[in-house]
């Protein structure tokens, strides 16, 4: 955690509500956990803010996650998306989770979202107001970036099994 990177992201130009979810998660990281003999281990990091995410799995029936923890420093977007996204993932199929990801990615982007879209993605809802800040689009996406290369990864090596 770094407080210099703190300071550079203006909290108050965020919905008050979104921005306690955010800072709850932060704060209190759910899964922020080691996996013992994981499945799937990889590292994420974004250089334009320093953040790290590291994700790890452990998959039954060869696709669904079974369990999932993270490790990681940096900024309250990074880390709190990071959050997010265990709990999201936790018990879903890697095409299911695939597909969060690209419904976040689409939304961080700009897509609008439906009441159907808000469902999915749970308390990731809180981070679409931090989409007005491009630099920390980078943050959201980081943690939901590494889970995609985690998931094509996997499913590379299935199919060239
Ligand atoms: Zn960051």
């Avoid at 994420?44 to 995410?53: E, R």
């Avoid at 998959?59 to 490790?71: A, S, V």
Wanted: net charge negative.
């Amino acid at each position: 955690m770094s407080l210099s990177n703190e300071a550079q992201f203006d909290f108050s130009e965020l919905d008050e509500l979104y921005r306690e979810v955010i800072l709850d998660h932060y704060r209190n990281p759910r899964n922020k956990t080691l996996v013992d003999e994981a499945d799937i281990r990889r590292e994420g990091f974004n250089p334009f803010c320093g953040d790290s995410v590291v994700l790890q799995f452990k998959l039954i029936d060869g696709n669904r996650i079974k369990e999932i923890g993270y490790q990681g420093e940096g900024c309250s977007i990074s880390q709190a998306s990071a959050s997010m996204l265990t709990v999201l993932a936790k018990g879903k199929t890697l095409d299911e989770a695939y597909k969060v990801l690209e419904l976040f990615r689409s939304v961080m982007h700009g897509t609008d979202l439906t009441v159907e879209a808000l469902e999915q993605l749970g308390d990731l809802e809180a981070l679409q107001g931090v989409r007005k800040f491009p630099v920390r689009i980078k943050c959201a996406l980081l943690a939901w970036s590494t889970l995609g290369e985690c998931i094509e990864t996997f499913s590379g090596e299935i199919d060239n099994s």
